[in-house]
């Protein structure tokens, strides 16, 4: 256990549906950030949020928002879902910023059908 | 974009050799991380370097790191069947203000018992 909680673990929707990925970071962590992995397109930077507030911004479609709450969980929103968001999303967590390694968790496993 | 590209991207060795994989990137940077994923797992973070360090170890894990050639290198030494799984090199890019880790596609190892 990394101590950064994904839920759910898998997720299967349809297309056009829209879905809520959660996070809880590593207990004392401030910033959280959210990675799609897709075979094709490797590991992609999509967010990053640092005690509630967004930091920096990567490759993140305008269907796609997220968010980060007082008691620093985060959760990834994703809308009118298309087949090709099948993907692994991943979420990670650190002290601060990216000069310190980061803590991933497991990963939600999306598929659209 | 990409930022580190790691070579090769399979390798395949005996248990009880070494294996190198290698990584190099484009712009300067603060640190460079390498990360083991087992498959369809999470990341798990291995090693920082900072770039004013030359080479690291941890365990059975050296790492290298050559600015001026905008270069990195993992070593394994005496590997096993539990190394079997893909390394990312994961590079800051602090550009336009934002902070975010680029990870390169990965090197898939796998060890033979």
């Known amino acids: 256990d990394s101590g950064v909680t994904q839920t759910p673990k898998h997720l299967i929707t349809a297309t056009g549906q829209r879905v809520t990925l959660r996070c809880s970071p590593r207990?004392?962590?401030?910033?959280v950030y959210w990675y799609q992995q897709s075979l094709d397109q490797g590991l992609q930077f999509l967010i990053q949020y640092y005690n509630g507030e967004e930091r920096a911004k990567g490759n993140i479609l305008e269907r796609f928002s997220a968010q980060q709450f007082p008691d620093l969980h985060s959760e990834l929103n994703l809308s009118s879902l298309e087949l090709g968001d099948s993907a692994l999303y991943f979420c990670?967590?650190?002290?601060?910023?990216?000069?310190?390694?980061?803590?991933f968790g497991s990963g939600t496993r999306l598929t659209v059908v | 974009s990409q930022q580190g590209e790691e070579d090769p991207q399979a390798l395949s060795i005996q248990e009880g050799e070494n294996a190198t994989m290698n990584c190099s990137y484009k712009t300067s940077i603060n640190n460079l991380q390498w990360y083991r994923q087992n498959s369809g797992r999470g990341l798990v973070h291995l090693i920082l370097i900072r770039s004013n360090e030359r080479e690291k170890h941890s365990g059975r894990l050296r790492v290298t790191l050559d600015t001026s050639k905008k270069s990195s290198s993992l070593l394994i030494t005496a590997s096993r069947a539990a190394d079997t799984a893909s390394y990312f090199c994961?590079?800051?890019?602090?550009?336009?203000?934002?902070?975010?880790?680029?990870f390169g596609k990965g090197t898939k190892l796998t060890v033979n018992p």
């Open positions: 207990s004392g962590d401030l910033s």
């Open positions: 990670a967590s650190s002290p601060n910023t990216y000069r310190h390694g980061y803590t």
């Open positions: 994961a590079t800051d890019a602090t550009q336009g203000g934002s902070e975010k880790l680029v």
